[in-house]
């Protein structure tokens, strides 16, 4: 392998049993290149083929698979036909030999657990279903979802949708005016929250931020609480406890056909400046595609139990209880940190409940390795046969790491890239890809992917330029919710009938695919463009590196300089010499135009709950600048850290 670059080959038996190898044997598909071409080429032809593949149900047939008449930003999917996605990933898995099977496993923080199976998941969503019914929402409205990754939360996204109720997830760490701006944004009706959750050995109260943000909110009637710690809380008219009115429901409840392009959620994601915008994203649409990219990229299959660390509040919360579940999988659930009360905690639950599918974010792997590979290699984790990683740009000894380490050499790192906006991913290898070290592969199936340079003009080999889509995939956001034109403007509007993702990408020589960063955090250094990530990746080479964040600062002759902020590994001491060491090995990797101007010690970098690096507020903390939209900060100091360490 090391003369080809591959890290890793996947084994006949994989590639025999492989989702997506049946999917190619039953249309004469000679391997997986083959496959992502014909499935851009004719993307009707592979979403027609993908649905009936999986079985997924339209209790009305569509009469077409898209549809363009307004042009491809606003392309309409499975025109003509009805589905409800609760029906597809509970009512039929409910039924039959396998509705014993486990849907939901949980773990507390404080080691409590609960199963699910989905016999019993159906009834838990069809009381909670006709109980919201019962509080007067009806289909079309939205409704708020702020809670911790609970069971109750996945019984709640799936009763809203049952009755064609718009799901609002937000994230469980946000305050209270963030909640809020999403709850007035989408006129939201009902908010559904808990009295709190346990989170490194201390309790998060909800109920009160929930308080805060109703109260800001004229459109939300009533706050269905749940109560998960148990403890005393603030008591109003409007409040309503999750047990009391579910016991009082009858265990059923049919779910509701729908049109395909009915509304199933509003996704939110932060912006730069102003308000979050809503993705909007629709029941047939979504169920398509997230079951596709569950079956054929992870690979999930019956039996699984899928277990990606995140938030409902961020996209990969619904992926991964839709594309398990669509699939027939468990998904399990964390409300806790990933390193308490130990640094094993992940690897633990691996051990505990036979976790076969582990999603993690690259930045979180990063903050995993200082703890000793002791911590991973004590715990049996054959269970284990997919990795998953998104979120940002990896760097080739974490990655390594996770491959070896984490799972041995035996399980595919199915590293992808995609969005809120685009409903799942753009970018995505396969469990039959060969990979090398920090690859996506390829497109994901069905995706038209390219790189442009600054003229609209697709880029070959080893060039980096923005990644771009130039046809329609179901799972695309039907817009920005209440802002058709911003949704234009900030999607559609750089080239005609484009999707400019604000990604910089690249493929190298054998078409494998790459990502350096966001291009808005892109730094341009005298004229040339570099992705942060390039930086980082060369820092986190050297042996005292355990995570660093790269921006550029103006500089009058260069246009831009580069700062690093490099958090050191435990023991290891800051010195003058350190600096220059590192300042050095970027010099070396880079050339001399690209040598930091400035490398600071700091003790952590701002990261979302889901551990991505906000590289804006830091730019914007070192230059005392309004860093935007920090609703998904989860640690504010280390903000006010990198501005004193300027």
């Known amino acids: 392998m090391a003369e080809t670059g591959f890290a890793w080959m996947p084994t006949p038996e994989i590639i025999d049993n492989a989702n997506v190898t049946r999917f190619m044997r039953a249309h004469g598909i000679d391997g997986w290149r083959e496959l992502v071409r014909r499935s851009q080429d004719d993307i009707a032809w592979f979403w027609d083929a993908v649905i009936k593949d999986l079985g997924l149900v339209f209790t009305k047939p569509y009469h077409a698979v898209v549809d363009s008449p307004k042009g491809i930003a606003w392309s309409v999917w499975f025109p003509g036909g009805e589905t409800n996605l609760t029906d597809n990933c509970v009512d039929r898995r409910a039924e039959g030999e396998r509705a014993g099977d486990p849907a939901v496993l949980w773990e507390g923080e404080d080691g409590e657990t609960r199963r699910l199976s989905f016999a019993e998941l159906r009834e ?9 019914r019962t509080l007067g929402v009806a289909s079309g409205d939205a409704v708020g979802l702020f809670l911790p990754m609970i069971p109750e939360n996945v019984v709640a996204f799936y009763a809203c949708a ?154 990969m919360g619904p992926w991964e209880v839709v594309g398990a579940h669509a699939n027939g999988a468990a998904v399990f659930l964390y409300e806790g940190a990933p390193d308490f009360p130990a640094p094993d905690r992940i690897w633990s639950m691996v051990e505990r409940h036979k976790i076969t599918i582990l999603g993690l974010s690259p930045t979180l792997v990063r903050a995993l390795i200082p703890h000793g590979d002791e911590h991973v290699t004590k715990h049996d984790r054959s269970s284990l046969r997919v990795l998953g990683s998104t979120g940002e740009p990896w760097n080739p000894d974490p990655w390594l790491w996770f491959l070896n380490v984490v799972g041995e050499g035996r399980c595919p790192i199915i590293n992808f890239s995609g969005g809120t906006e685009v409903g799942a991913c753009f ?33 070959g080999p080893g060039h980096v330029g923005e990644l771009v889509c130039t046809k329609p995939w ?39 695919w790459y990502l350096h960063g966001r291009s808005d ?16 990746s060369l820092l986190a080479s050297h042996s005292a590196v355990a995570e660093s964040a790269a921006v550029g600062v103006p500089d009058e002759v260069k246009g831009e300089k580069v700062w690093c902020f490099v958090v050191l590994k435990p023991g290891v001491e800051a010195t003058d010499a350190l600096r220059a060491e590192l300042r050095a090995v970027v010099e070396a ?58």
């Open 124 to 132: 838990d969503v069809d009381r909670f279903a006709n109980a919201l």
């Open 427 to 459: 970018l995505s290898p396969m469990v039959v890809t060969p990979l090398r070290p920090c690859t996506l592969g390829g497109p994901s199936l069905g995706m038209a992917i390219d790189v442009y340079d600054p003229d609209g003009k697709p880029l």
């Open 474 to 512: 179901p799972g695309m956001t039907r817009g920005i919710w209440g802002d058709p034109d911003r949704f234009i403007a900030t999607y559609w509007s750089r080239w005609p009938d484009v999707w400019v993702h604000g990604d910089w990408a690249s493929t190298d020589a054998d078409g494998f």
């Open 589 to 646: 990797g880079l050339g001399k135009s690209f040598r930091p101007d400035a490398v600071r010690f700091v003790s952590a970098l701002p990261k979302t709950r889901s551990a991505k690096i906000l590289r804006r507020a830091v730019r914007a903390a070192a230059l005392g600048e309004d860093p935007g939209d920090l609703s998904s900060l989860e640690n504010p100091a280390a903000l006010d850290e990198v501005a004193k360490s300027v």
């Open 521 to 536: 955090d892109t730094l341009k250094i005298a004229g040339k463009r570099l992705g942060p990530a390039e930086v980082e």
């Open 162 to 315: 049952k009755i064609g109720a718009i799901v609002l997830p937000i994230f469980s760490g946000f305050s209270a005016p963030a909640v809020a701006a999403r709850l007035q944004d989408a006129g939201a009706k009902v908010l559904i929250t808990a009295d709190g959750f346990w989170r490194r050995g201390s309790k998060v109260r909800m109920k009160e931020v929930a308080d805060e943000a109703a109260a800001a909110s004229p459109s939300v009637k009533s706050v269905v609480v749940v109560r998960r710690l148990g403890d005393e809380v603030p008591w109003s008219d409007r409040d309503v406890d999750y047990r009391a009115i579910t016991a009082m429901e009858k265990p059923a409840a049919e779910s509701v056909p729908l049109a395909a392009e009915h509304p199933l959620m509003i996704a939110y994601t932060s912006g730069t400046t102003g308000r979050p915008k809503g993705s909007v994203h629709v029941h047939g649409g979504f169920l398509v595609k997230i079951a596709e990219e569950a079956a054929y990229q992870t690979d999930v299959k019956a039996g699984d139990i899928l277990f990606w660390f995140t938030d409902m509040g961020w996209i």
